[in-house]
């Protein structure tokens, strides 16, 4: 099974566009929300493999049919896609400066990946410890 790492982006206009880089001459598609964006990829490489089998296109060789697809969000995506995260609870999780994080957020200035590991550590973190929440 082959993993295939997808880039996604959210637009101004709302829209999260993925693609990716991996395979030979890549695969992209859109969608109204992430959801349907990686049901609009799964179709996308679907019949980008299917139409490279049937041509016996030479790439083919190289493509799998049942694939793995591993999403890769910007800071700046996440925060836009789940707005309800409040930056300093997070900062003090990630241990790290409230104002950088805000930086990061709003696009100002890219995390590195130590950074962006700290504040994804923070995020699943905070998910957990809603999900032990019980009433």
Known sequence: MKKIIIYVE?????TYWGSSQNIPGGITAFGNTLSSLKTNLQDAYQDYYDLAVELEENYAKDL?????????LDLQSVFELVPEIKI??????ANINASLLRQYKTGKVTASEEQADKVLTAIHKLGNELLSVSF
């Open 88 to 93: 300093s609870n997070i900062a003090e999780k």
């Open 64 to 72: 799998y049919k049942d694939v793995v697809f591993t999403y890769k």
């Open 10 to 14: 959210k637009h101004a206009d709302g």
